[in-house]
């Protein structure tokens, strides 16, 4: 059954690895921008300070001075202040004066930062050098009652006219205005003159008075505009011959500006937006790879799982190429398939096996039995021995099967007591009197077990040894505190069927004849029982040679 896309493994790992790219990317692209834009918003107002207070002082200058003549020392003050050179030319790009390092040679209008015109003041750079230096004061118009026209400057007929204040909206430098102050009255007049000529023109009756903020009265409500004009024409006439001429402001080298690939521009966030998309695309498409790797084994072991629980126990899963856990975990199942195909092969060889030792003594005796009953045999002595023979070896076979199923249940029950080996090993040789068995026990030797259960263990290798040896051949039954070791010089084990002797119904000799066959649990009944024990057992053998089983038990002392 095929897992819904929707639950499949592959798209929960591409998930959560998508979700997190994204939002890796997504809040590395956010900080990256953000904190950009505040080091190019940091720079730039420092640039900006540091251009205003540049234009502000030679503001400065260029209202207080006829000409550029005298600047060079405040033009190096400023450069060294703001660590770049700062070149002063004029309209045309001719330089005027430059500090160390800027270019000698005539530079293009357009590269300039500012212009400098005491009276076209840009009010955005001097407010930001200083923000008192284009403070004026606005007063509300106000209307005084009282009567007459002309100029008024009778002080006695003034306070009788009706005026209107007209503040003043000149760009002018403020510290060029001031030099009125210092120029005396004929400057001042001819301001006044000036502004009286430019409201005539316009069909508009003259100044009542001017103030030193420049601001007008009036004696009229209307044409607040055209008189802020008229008075802001004739300031800059008169100062025009005073202050220094209009000039062009340029900071930084001559070198062309650099091209910067992030300069948070819509084309650098678009560049921004596209590298974070491919780094977003690449980072899901190695997701997507990451995942089916992980995916394609376990599919794999998955099918392989179905075939075999179809039946079909020679399914595998590929995984010599692979170090990692899916790797680890496709080779436990390999394994986990192999040992499942043996104990297959286990049980129907059991099957065949079991049928078998049961079937020949059962017929034998229900043969002799019914032969006995329709009086074609007579149950002497000798028929009476041989039914016994076939029923014995029903007891043993049935035994032998109880105890391996308790055994490996866990539910063997052991009774251990101190076991003289010496005393157990020749009581155990009694049972079988043969030239070939000889006993060999180390004074005082015990061990710590059950004696009934060490004693099947003990029967059940003198049995396979003496089975596989020749009447010519010897075994040896050995004895050492904890350790009991069987010795034969038999026909030997295969090398390839050393690490299976152990296994259930395993028999190297495949034949079931009563001399060799045996029925396959006798080694199996012996490794449950010495594992219960605590203890260990190995089998060392040579094809042609013979064979040694040594097994160990824990004395009291280590138990």
Known sequence: MRVPWHRSLFVRLFL???????VAVVAATWATARSTTVAVQEQQQQSLEAEAATYDALMGYAATHPSWDGAQRLVDRLASASGQPVTVTDRSGRVL?????????ALPPSSARAVIDPLDVDVA????ASPTATATPTPEPASVPGGGGGRCSDPDVVAECARYEVPARSAVDPRAARRLEDGG?????AVVDGADSCLAAAGLEPL????????????YRTSRTTVARCVDSSLREV????VAPPALLMTGSASAAPSVLWDLSGGARLRIGLLAALVLVVTLALSALLAGHVVRPLRGMATAARRAGDGDLSARVPADRRADEVGELARAFNAMADRRERSEDARRRLVSDVSHELRTPIANVRGWLEAAQDGLATLDRQLIDSLHEETLHLQRLTDDLHDLALAEAGELRLSPVTIDLAEMLAQVAASFPSPRLSVVCQPDATIWADPVRMRQVVLNLLANALRHTPDDGKVVLAGAPGTITVTDTGEGIPADDLPHVFDRFRRVDPSRTRATGGTGLGLAIVKQIVDAHGGSVTIDSVVGEGTTVTVRIPVRDEV
């Open 125 to 128: 750079l001097l407010s930001s």
């Open 97 to 105: 004066v430059r500090s160390q390092g800027a270019p000698s040679r």
């Open 208 to 219: 009542l008075a001017l103030t030193d903020e420049f601001t007008a009265l009036v004696p």
């Open 185 to 189: 009255r004929a400057e001042w007049t």
């Open 239 to 242: 100062l025009s011959t005073s």
């Open 16 to 22: 959560l690895g998508a979700i997190t790219a994204l």
